[in-house]
């Protein structure tokens, strides 16, 4: 690259745009579908069911402990897919870069996406470069879509979860929202958290191979826990019940959490599984989750109620029962 | 929807941004596969080569005459799965939108992104939204990511394109380009360019129902005719001599470039197909292209040559004959 910062013409469709590609991205993530540099990417798909989802991602910082931006577009569309029950196969990768950018972090940032694709098998097939002007974005955006295939039998939906099917976490609850606020705060923890930041399929296909007794799966993103199962709630017409002593929080997001007022219950995760699974599923599921990397610190943290419908109620370390509802207002923009 | 612009709580993943997804985006894009709002839209494909695509806009102005950025995503994510000779699918819409943006802004784009589509016939199946503070962004930015089948027996790729091959364009060059410049300086021209945005499948269709000598195709959106070219010429190893006195252009279009100082083979167009076709292909192409609305102004505009290698020449009005090179610099930011 000629340049130390993005200019206007990287975006222009032009010269610049063409070194930009063959400089950073295609150097980056090198494969025989993206090689053409056409306006599309072109494969065989064999006849099944397919998976397609997107996410657009204005995490800020872009580098933070565990993670980037460009891990966390990977890791987000892969987990998108897997939670359904797709095997991801293919990724798209678009970039919206604000003017100034260093190149420098550009290629950080690129570098760590074609390392997370590489190591999790998806290669990045087909992209796009916009450029804005200063002032008008805010360093690097970054949107994915993925393709993934559902060749298993499984028949992953919220409509099939039923009172007294268990509700299972693969690990502890909030450590990337906590890793990214307090980043941004500038808070020094004790003992260091990082973003939990990884790709789910591995975990998953563990999970359903083991067991034929999944209902439905989320990865609690934006919300945190608590939002994700009010949708699971209010799209399955059950209500739920958690214990707040089952729930796996880290002491240091516990700490970070009553120092910056947030609750962990409503933090994001970036590398963490919810499964409701049949009753009799839940030991199993519990302990293939705990045989995986992802999944060590799993935990059967409450289970699927014939009432209150569609709400979710949260029984304290106190012994009260009170509603958990979704996220309200906004405490965490740009966490992803 | 009750609040007059967008808060960054409509990104948190919470209850006002279900209340964006319910009252803005599914009244609007309605249908089947996006209605469970799951992470993923889940649909079965058929064996077969497929096509795979993504694009961000960040067209500025959102609006202008003959279209705005959510025609212009749903349009160029169809486009360019369709200059691949594959035929649209499913679409996704990703939103990237700066706090204080007018709720009724995001609402006719939205409505305008739905109408393009359905027209199409190609639904929006998955999507995102993401929120980011005033100033970190510039109103609406719209993602697209689309997947198409190729289920004809043709295989388009430059690296196909033979010398003598015929260079067809399907219309007037430079519409889309002269729209946004000349609304974005309001400069008012005596007869009023509109944006040619438009959706090529159908287009497409007609071309490779007629000819099995269709060797590749691109639509000339940044960079222009020009820059597209060249891009051809180097993946086919081959050169190219154009005449100028053969390539549509709208006399106000040429006005406006010329009181400017643009070129219009280097401006975007939205709504126009470059095919390179063999000799005896030349006539029956252009013919069919006449024959759809959308190429009745197609004209035979040069041909593939030996030699310069991977250069386009330009035979001018005067009879000089000079290389045409592919865009430097950055005279049109933010067209697309």
Known sequence: MKHDRILLAHGSGGKL?????????LKAFDNELLAPLNDQAVFSL????????TDSFVVKPIFFPGGDIGKL??????????????????LSASFIIEEGTAVEDLRQVVESMARTAKDAGVPIVTGDTKVVERGKGDGIFINTAGIGVIS??????????RPGDAIIVSGAMGDHGITIMAHRDGLQMDV????????????????????NGVRAMRDPTRGGLATTLNELAASGGSGML?????????????????????????????GKLIAIVSPDSAQPVLAAMKSHPLGRDAAVIGKVMEAPKG???LETSLGVTRILDMLAGEQFPRIC
Chains 1, 2 share one sequence.
């Open 46 to 53: 064999a006849a099944s069911r397919h998976a397609f989802t």
């Open 192 to 211: 260091p958290v990082e973003s939990d930041c990884a790709p789910l399929h591995g975990l998953v296909k563990v999970v359903l191979a083991e067991s």
């Open 17 to 25: 745009s063409q070194q930009l590609v063959q400089d950073i991205f």
């Open 152 to 161: 298993n039998g499984h028949n992953l939906s919220p409509l099939t979860i």
């Open 311 to 313: 709400k979710v109620l």
């Open 242 to 270: 958690i214990r707040e002593d089952d729930i796996p929080i880290r002491d240091a997001v516990r700490g970070a959490c009553e120092i910056m007022g947030f609750d962990p219950l409503y933090l994001a995760n970036e």
């Open 73 to 90: 577009a990977v890791c987000g569309t892969i987990n998108d897919l897997a939670v359904g029950g797709a095997e991801p196969l293919y």
